[in-house]
Every structure is written in C-alpha cells, then in structure tokens.
C-alpha cells in the first residue's frame, strides 16, 4: 500500500515578481502587475516517518527513494508518492507552471536493459501530464509543463517515474531513484 506523504508541508515558499515594465501614465508600479509565487517541493525517502514534516513547514525536505521492478518487459511505473500542497499554497491558488528534475548528485540505478523515461503528474482535479525525466542541475523547458495552468494549486499531487525494461537481465529488472528529485510549482 502506498504511504501518503506530506513533503509538500515542508516546502520552502519562495515569492518571485518580475520586473514590470514602466508605465507610459506613470500608474502606481502595483497596478496590474501578477505575482508568481514559487513553491519547491524536494520530496522526502518513502521509507522516512513523516509526522515531523507534517509539523515543519519552513523546512525543505526531497522527492524521494521510488523505484520499480518488473519480471518482464514493457512499460513499468515506480510505486510513486503523494504530495499534499493545501497547507502550503493557499486555497484559490492557480497553476502557472510545474517543474520537476532529478539534480545531477541523485544517486540513479537501472538495469541494464531499462530506460527511465519520465515523471508521471496528476493532480487533485484529476490532470495528468508527463514530463522528460531529466539529470541535470539547471532544468529547462524539458522539465516544465504548463498542461496544469489554471487548475487548482493548493491541492493533492501524485507523482510516479515511469520507465522501459527493453530485455531482461537480472530476471527482476528496473530502476532506482535514491531520492532528491525536485518539484517546483508556480502558481499566482
């Protein structure tokens, strides 16, 4: 049974304005302008106690230990982890974008015959979407997705890793995502 995991509890809220752009009629600098705010949601190991999150919102913790093993081959999904964003991002709360990534110090395992392919995300409203699975330390456009602008932000998310066992190796094959994968929602 899946453990529900309240990593985004602990999300470190982060609040970003652009630099709006001078007003011909010389309005107050206020006006008209939308506040993006930010939300990183590194999610914590599967395998961790969760209450002291739960009661530590200021602290960030990371997406977690998710794997996935199959005896044959063909499409596999890891055990994936839920993420509860209502006492992070306030209520009424909309989408901008979601970024997710596996930084390039995430200890990854795979078998030798399989792929990791992607992050799987659904939402509390019940939209999905797939972003590239990715290593890096600077995410582009390849580990955002704006398919969730406009749905509900303050809400529950699922996360799983999807990925391809082409041939099996071992007899049990698959792959290991050791924790750190980040998830960054913005929202206005």
């Given amino acids: 049974m899946k453990k529900l995991l309240y ?3 602990t999300a470190a809220m982060v609040l970003s304005t652009g ?31 969760y ?4 009661i530590n919102q200021s602290t960030t913790s990371t997406l977690a230990k998710d794997f996935a093993t199959s005896r044959s081959t063909g499409k596999i999904s890891s055990i994936g982890q839920n993420i509860d ?9 909309k989408v901008v974008s979601v970024t997710i990534y596996c930084p390039t110090n995430v200890s990854v395992t795979q078998s ?3 792929s990791i392919d992607n992050y799987r995300l659904t939402n509390g409203d019940g939209t999905t979407a797939t972003v590239k699975f990715q290593k890096t330390n600077t995410p582009t456009s390849t580990s955002k997705t704006t398919a969730f602008a406009g749905d509900n ?11 391809t066992v082409l041939m099996q190796h071992t007899g049990m094959d698959g792959f290991t995502v050791f924790g750190g994968s980040k998830m960054i929602v913005e929202y206005n």
């Fill in 85 to 93: 964003l209502s006492k992070v991002i306030p209520t009424g709360s």
């Fill in 153 to 163: 932000a303050s809400s529950l998310w699922f996360v799983q890793i999807e990925g």
């Fill in 7 to 9: 990593a985004g509890l």
């Fill in 19 to 49: 630099t709006p752009a001078t007003l011909a009629s010389e309005r107050p600098l206020t006006e008209n302008l939308t506040e993006i705010k930010t939300v990183e949601v590194p999610l914590v190991d599967v395998l961790e106690d």
């Fill in 51 to 54: 209450a002291t999150y739960a």
């Fill in 112 to 114: 030798l015959y399989t």
